[in-house]
C-alpha cells in the first residue's frame, strides 16, 4: 500500500502537495500524521475536495510498503508515521523545498529544490509529466503557493514561485476562493492571547541582533496561532520574533524572522520543528516553559555568529618585504601575488606598508632602484590577536589603512587583516538586518565559517572520523592547522560519496606527512617541488597532503610556480567556488566549514562560477573542467563564467595547452558517468576543433559517443574482471571520420608518442576495416567472425560495436566477445606429442586447425580432437609442409 503524508499541524501548502503526490501515485491514500490548522479542516469540509484521507488511529502502518512524504526531510515532524523511515521494508519518496541538509529522512526517489513553497515544485513535476490539473486543482494548489509566499511576498518567494502562479492561473485558480481562505480574522480568544503576547514581549541582543520574545498561554487550545504571532510581528514590525504559547500542557512554538542571519528553521531545529527561513514552528515535549525560553537562547546564540576578532580575521602567512629591497622588486611581488600592499618587516616586526599606489608612482618617475624604507607608510597602527572588529574596521575603513599587522606580546607580527577581510565581515553586519531580506538577491555569502560536526558525524563512516582525529591530534602537537579542502568537502555537502581526503596543512605539508608516518605507520611518498606529499596509512587509505600555497603564472597556460602561504589563498588559487571550501580539522574552530567565496552558495544554486577573472587566462584547461562539472552535478555555468570561457577561446589559449594536459582533462571526462553530455557542451564551444579541426561534432558523431557509452557501460557490467580503457574507446569514436594522416595527427595533439600514435593509428584502421567487412548484408560463420575480431583489442571492438546500425554485425561482436574468444583446443601441444606427433611448425599448424574447427563446434571430445590432429598431421606431412589458412 502507498501513504502520501507531511509534516505535523498540516497547513495548505501541505494539503496541496498531498494533493499534487496523488495525482502522481492515484492508488495511494492520504494520511494526515496529526492535526491540521483550522484554515484547512474548514477548506476539506466546505470545499468537497476529493481525496482519499484515512484516519490515523484505524490506520494499519504494517501494510505500508511506500511512503510518499511531502514538505518535510525531518523524521521527527512526521509524528507516529516517522516510525515507517526505520523500515528497511518501506521506500520512501520524499518531496521538499527545504535544504535537504536540515533532514535525517533517507530517500530513493522524488525530488527536493529550494522553492518558496513546496506546492510549486509540486506543480512543476505535474507540468513536466504533461498532466492534466483541473480548477479546483489549481486553486487548491494556489492556496498552498500563497499561503507559503505570503501572496508572493515573502522574501523566500522564487522566479519558479511567480511562473508557478501563472501557470495555475491558466489552468482556472480561483483569486477569490483563495482570499476567502487565506484572509482570516482573529476571534475572541486569538485577541485575548495577542493582548497578551504585547504585554509580555521582551527584546534581546545576540550577537548584535536585536530578537524579540513572548511567552504566553491560555486555559484552552487556540488555533491557528500562527495567525496570531503573524499579527503580533506586523503590528510592533518585528524583524526577528520567536513566541511560545502553553495551552493544555504543551509548548507550542513559533518563529518569524527577516533577517537573513537568523534563520527560523535553524531555531524551530532545537525543539524537534521545522519550517523555512522566514517561518517556522514546533511542539515542545517534556520542557519547563522557563526550561524552553534558555534552549531558545542557546540556540539563538549558537546559529547568530558572534563578531570576529582579529585572530580570526587575519591571514596566517603574510607575504612581506624587507627595509632594503627596491622598488622593481616589490612591484613583482605585487603583481605575482595579485596583492595591493604588502607589510615591510624588521626583524619580525612590522616597520611599515608600501602599497601599490606609491610603487606604480614611483616607477613612472624611475626610483625603481630606490629602496622601500625610503618611501614605506611608517605612521601606521598595529593591533593585538585579540582586537574587537568595531576596532579594526575603524582603522581598515574609517582611517584608509589599507593593510592592519597583527602582532603578538612580543611585537612580532602574526598576520594581516586586509580590506576585504573586513568588507565580508561587514557583510555578515548586513546579515544581521532586515534590510538583506529586502535583497535577498546580492550575493551575500553567509556562514563563512559554519560548524559541520553534525555533519561530519552523520555523512562519514567512522574510519574518515577516525582519520580526521589522528590529522587534528598531529596537527596540534607541530602547531599546524589543518584543513580537509577541495572536492571531498563539495561532495560532503552535496550528500555524494566521496572518501578521497585531500589535506592542506598551515606549515610544511612534507615534515607533518613525516609526523603521521611516525605516529601511526604507513609510508609517505614527498614531491619537494610542489611541497606536497601522497601519505599512505595501515590499511591502504592513500590521503593527499598539501602545504598551504599560492600559485602563480609565468604565461598563460604554463604550470604554475609554488610559494608558501595560507589556507585563503591556497583556496582562492583553486578552479571553481565549489571546489574553494575547506573543513578546520583542529583547533578551538575544529569541524568550521571555511567558506571565503561563496561555494556553499553556488551549490544552493547550481552554479560554476570561477574565483576570478583571470582563471581561463592562467590555466585554459580549467574551461573543460568546468564543462566536466557542470554536466556531472547538472548545473549551469555562472553568466560571467561562460563569458569569460568564450573569451579565452577567442583569445585561441586552448592551443597553448600541452597534449599531456589536454588528454588529461579529456581522460577525467570520459570517465564521467554521461560523458556525452559533456562532449555536446564541448561542442557547443568549438573546443573539439582544437583538438583536431577535422574533428565535425554533430549529430551522428554524438549520437556515435552515446552508442560508445552504453557500450562500455555493458562491457563492465558483462565483464566485471575484464579492465579496459574507456578513453580508448571514446578516442577511437571521435577520429573514426578521420583518415590515416589525420588520425596521427589527432592522437600527436594529445601528447602521445611516436610509438603510441603508431600504434593508435594501426589500431583505428583495423577497426575500421573491421567495420567495414562486418557491416556487409551477407551472413559470417563463428570462424571468420573470429578472424576478423581476433586482432583487435577490446576497446577497438566496443568502438566497431557502437558505430555499427546493423544488430546482426553488433551480434558478431557480442558472441566473439562472450563466446568465441574464449575458444581453446582441449588438449595440448605436449598430449599430442604423446600421441605420436613432433614438435615443430607442423604441431603449431595442427592447434591451430583444432581451434578452427572447435569453433564450428566440430570437436566435441578430446578423442575427437585427437583423431583429428593424427589425419591432419599426415595431410602436412603428405603435402610436404603445405600450409593450412591461419586462424
Known amino acids: 500500500m502507498i501513504v502520501i503524508t507531511t509534516h505535523l499541524n498540516a497547513d495548505f501548502d501541505c494539503l496541496a502537495s498531498m494533493a499534487a503526490a496523488h495525482k502522481l501515485h492515484p492508488e495511494a491514500v492520504i494520511v494526515f500524521p496529526g492535526s491540521q490548522e483550522k484554515s484547512v479542516r474548514n477548506f476539506l469540509e466546505k470545499s468537497g475536495f476529493p481525496l482519499p484521507i484515512r484516519r490515523l488511529k484505524k490506520f494499519d502502518l504494517s501494510q505500508v510498503s511506500k511512503l510518499v512524504v511531502v514538505d518535510t526531510t525531518s523524521r521527527s515532524r512526521l509524528g507516529p508515521i516517522g516510525v515507517l523511515c526505520d523500515s528497511p521494508d518501506v521506500e520512501i519518496e520524499l518531496y521538499d523545498h527545504h535544504p535537504v541538509e536540515s533532514g535525517d529522512i533517507r530517500f530513493t526517489n522524488g525530488r527536493v529544490a529550494p522553492r518558496g513553497a513546496n506546492t510549486t515544485l509540486m506543480t512543476e513535476i505535474l507540468r513536466e509529466r504533461n498532466m492534466e490539473i483541473s480548477p479546483e486543482e489549481a486553486t487548491l494548489f494556489m492556496l498552498g503557493i500563497y499561503e507559503d509566499t505570503g501572496s508572493l511576498t515573502f522574501s523566500s518567494t522564487c522566479a519558479e514561485d511567480f511562473r508557478a502562479a501563472e501557470f495555475l492561473l491558466k489552468r482556472g485558480a480561483n483569486l477569490n476562493v483563495v482570499s476567502d481562505f487565506l484572509h482570516r480574522d482573529l476571534n475572541a480568544e486569538q485577541v485575548k492571547l495577542l493582548h497578551e503576547l504585547l504585554n509580555r514581549l521582551e527584546f534581546r541582543n545576540i550577537n548584535g541582533v536585536e530578537i524579540a520574545f513572548a511567552i504566553g498561554s491560555a486555559e484552552r487550545y487556540v488555533g491557528d496561532i500562527a495567525v496570531v504571532v503573524h ?131 614611483l616607477l613612472y618617475h624611475g626610483v625603481g632602484e630606490a629602496a622601500v624604507e625610503e618611501y614605506m607608510q611608517t605612521e601606521i597602527t598595529t593591533v593585538k590577536k585579540d582586537a574587537a572588529y568595531e576596532a579594526i574596521k575603524n582603522i581598515i575603513i574609517h582611517q584608509k589603512q589599507k593593510l592592519l599587522p597583527v602582532c603578538g606580546d612580543s611585537g612580532k607580527m602574526m598576520g594581516v587583516i586586509g580590506r576585504m577581510d573586513v568588507i565580508r565581515a561587514i557583510y555578515s553586519d548586513f546579515l544581521k538586518s532586515a534590510s538583506s531580506m529586502l535583497y535577498p538577491h546580492r550575493r551575500i555569502h553567509r556562514n563563512v565559517a559554519r560548524d559541520l560536526s553534525g555533519v561530519i558525524r552523520e555523512r562519514l563512516p567512522a574510519e574518515a572520523r577516525e582519520i580526521f582525529k589522528k590529522i587534528a591530534d598531529c596537527a596540534d602537537s607541530m602547531g599546524y592547522s589543518a584543513y580537509a579542502v577541495g572536492g571531498f568537502v563539495r561532495d560532503m555537502l552535496m550528500r555524494r560519496p566521496n572518501l578521497d581526503i585531500d589535506i592542506v596543512v598551515e606549515g610544511d605539508g612534507i615534515a607533518f606527512a613525516r609526523e603521521m608516518v611516525e605516529r601511526y605507520g604507513g609510508r609517505a611518498k614527498t614531491h619537494s617541488k610542489f611541497k606536497t606529499a601522497i601519505l599512505v596509512l595501515p590499511g591502504g587509505r592513500k590521503i593527499d597532503v598539501a602545504t598551504a600555497r599560492t600559485e602563480y603564472y609565468t604565461e598563460p597556460a604554463a604550470l604554475p610556480i609554488v610559494e608558501l602561504s595560507s589556507i585563503k589563498n591556497d583556496l582562492y588559487r583553486r578552479d571553481f567556488t565549489i571546489n574553494a571550501l575547506a573543513i578546520k580539522l583542529n583547533g578551538s574552530d575544529k569541524n568550521r566549514l571555511i567558506d571565503f567565496f561563496g561555494g556553499q552558495q553556488d551549490i544552493k544554486d547550481g552554479v560554476i562560477r570561477v574565483l576570478h577573472n583571470l582563471s581561463f587566462i592562467e590555466d585554459p584547461t580549467r574551461i573543460f573542467r568546468a564543462v566536466r562539472f557542470e554536466e556531472r552535478f547538472h548545473f549551469s555555468l555562472g553568466s560571467q563564467t561562460e563569458s569569460l570561457i568564450k573569451i579565452a577561446i577567442r583569445k585561441e589559449l586552448v592551443t597553448k595547452i600541452s597534449g599531456a594536459r589536454l588528454f588529461g582533462e579529456l581522460y577525467q571526462i570520459f570517465n564521467e558517468e554521461h560523458l556525452e553530455r559533456a562532449t555536446r557542451r564541448i561542442a557547443s564551444f568549438g573546443l573539439w576543433e582544437y583538438i583536431h579541426p577535422d574533428v565535425k561534432y554533430d549529430e551522428q558523431l554524438h549520437s556515435l559517443i552515446e552508442s560508445a557509452r552504453e557500450t562500455v557501460y555493458w562491457h563492465r557490467l558483462t565483464f566485471e574482471n575484464e579492465r579496459i580503457k574507456p578513453w580508448r574507446v571514446y578516442l577511437l569514436c571521435l577520429s573514426g571520420r578521420l583518415g590515416k594522416k589525420q588520425t596521427a595527427e589527432f592522437f600527436q595533439r594529445l601528447g602521445f608518442s611516436g610509438g603510441q600514435v603508431a600504434k593508435l593509428v594501426e589500431e583505428k584502421m583495423a577497426g575500421t576495416n573491421a567495420a567495414a567487412f562486418l557491416g556487409k548484408a551477407k551472413p559470417k560463420s563463428p570462424v571468420v567472425i573470429y578472424e576478423i575480431l581476433n586482432q583487435l583489442k577490446p576497446e577497438t571492438m566496443l568502438a566497431v560495436m557502437a558505430g555499427l546500425a546493423d544488430p546482426a554485425a553488433k551480434h558478431a561482436i557480442v558472441e566473439y566477445m562472450t563466446c568465441l574468444r574464449y575458444v581453446r583446443p582441449k588438449v595440448s601441444g605436449h598430449t599430442l606429442m604423446k600421441a605420436g606427433l613432433k614438435s615443430g611448425p607442423l604441431l603449431g599448424m595442427v592447434m591451430r586447425a583444432i581451434q578452427r574447427e572447435n569453433l564450428k563446434n566440430a570437436l566435441p571430445t578430446v578423442d575427437d580432437e585427437i583423431g583429428f590432429a593424427k589425419k591432419f598431421y599426415r595431410f602436412l606431412k603428405n603435402s610436404h609442409g603445405l600450409k593450412p589458412a591461419r586462424v
Request: net charge positive; hydrophobic share 45%; glycine share 6%.
Open 231 to 361: 499579527a503580533l510581528k506586523d503590528m510592533e514590525n518585528l524583524d526577528a520574533l520567536f513566541v511560545i504559547v502553553e495551552m493544555e500542557g504543551r509548548l507550542h512554538f513559533i518563529g518569524r524572522s527577516r533577517i537573513q542571519a537568523v534563520d527560523a528553521a535553524h531555531v524551530a531545529e532545537r525543539f524537534g520543528g521545522g519550517g523555512h527561513a522566514t517561518a517556522s514552528s514546533a511542539t515542545i515535549r517534556n520542557m519547563l516553559v522557563s526550561s524552553a525560553k534558555r534552549a531558545l537562547l542557546d540556540q539563538l546564540k549558537k546559529i547568530i555568529p558572534p563578531a570576529p576578532m582579529a585572530e580570526q580575521l587575519m591571514v596566517s602567512h603574510v607575504i612581506s618585504v624587507g627595509r632594503k629591497d627596491s622598488i622593481n622588486s616589490v612591484e613583482k611581488i605585487l603583481t605575482r601575488h595579485s596583492i595591493n600592499a604588502v607589510p615591510v618587516i624588521e626583524k619580525g616586526k612590522p616597520a611599515g606598508l608600501i602599497t601599490r599606489q606609491i610603487v606604480e608612482k
